[in-house]
T-cell receptor
Framework: NAGVTQTPKFRILKIGQSMTLQCTQD?????MYWYRQDPGMGLKLIYY???????DKGEVPNGYNVSRSTTEDFPLRLELAAPSQTSVYFC????????????FGPGTRLTVL | AQKVTQAQTEISVVEKEDVTLDCVYE???????LFWYKQPPSGELVFLIR??????QNEISGRYSWNFQKSTSSFNFTITASQVVDSAVYFC?????????????FGQGTTLQVKP
């Protein structure tokens, strides 16, 4: 099992550009999450999904969009990149609910200049 | 409102010292789960432990131990005889049963540096 994979590992964007961060898991988890980690801070939830076709906003959703057409994939889209979106992005998945631990991907380091 | 506080931003110890990382949480739920994750310099997050709110037994796993006290809303993590490989950022996190979504609320993290 590869677990949770994320691509790309690193990316530099110019202000106003768009991009999609890819996330795939092979554990057949229903629940998936996107977090961002800013320097010296804990992770903050951007969006989450409890199953294919179901997504909802987390704590910091502005400037992002998600879709969940399959159980395996949960891409995160940045439409108009801004310097405030410079961060490390982590995708995670779990079996479901508050009881279960989340498995994290390796992260994507994004810089917006 | 739910919140997790890790007041220690950075801790530096010498190898073989014991070290305790503090975690204080706030929640109105009666059923909730607490987690510790480790983030080594390579950057990935590694799950260490989960505790539910009804289980106040302390847990020991090798050199790691956890002390959960509902009376003080704390879930502290102790590393005994620290090693250089323990150097990492450690996060405490809270998940509330009422959300039923598994959303994690993270503390700010404590950076532990273990010097040889």
């Amino acid at each position: 099992n590869a677990g949770v994979t994320q691509t790309p590992k690193f990316r530099i964007l110019k202000i106003g550009q768009s991009m999609t961060l890819q996330c795939t898991q092979d554990m057949n988890h229903n629940y998936m999450y996107w977090y961002r980690q800013d320097p010296g801070m804990g992770l903050k939830l951007i969006y989450y999904s409890v199953g294919a076709g179901i997504t909802d906003k987390g704590e910091v959703p502005n400037g992002y969009n998600v879709s969940r057409s399959t159980t395996e994939d949960f891409p995160l889209r940045l439409e108009l990149a801004a310097p405030s979106q410079t961060s490390v992005y982590f995708c995670a998945s779990s079996w479901g609910g508050s009881l279960h631990e989340q498995f994290f991907g390796p992260g994507t380091r994004l810089t917006v200049l | 409102a739910q919140k997790v506080t890790q007041a220690q931003t950075e801790i530096s110890v010498v190898e073989k010292e014991d070290v305790t990382l503090d975690c204080v949480y706030e929640t109105r739920d009666t059923t909730y789960y607490l987690f510790w994750y480790k983030q080594p310099p390579s950057g990935e997050l590694v799950f260490l432990i989960r505790r539910n709110s009804f289980d106040e037994q302390n847990e020991i796993s090798g050199r790691y131990s956890w002390n959960f006290q509902k009376s003080t809303s704390s879930f502290n993590f102790t590393i005994t005889a620290s090693q250089v490989v323990d150097s990492a950022v450690y996060f405490c996190a809270l998940s509330e049963e009422s959300s039923n979504t598994g959303k994690l609320i993270f503390g700010q993290g404590t950076t532990l540096q273990v010097k040889p």
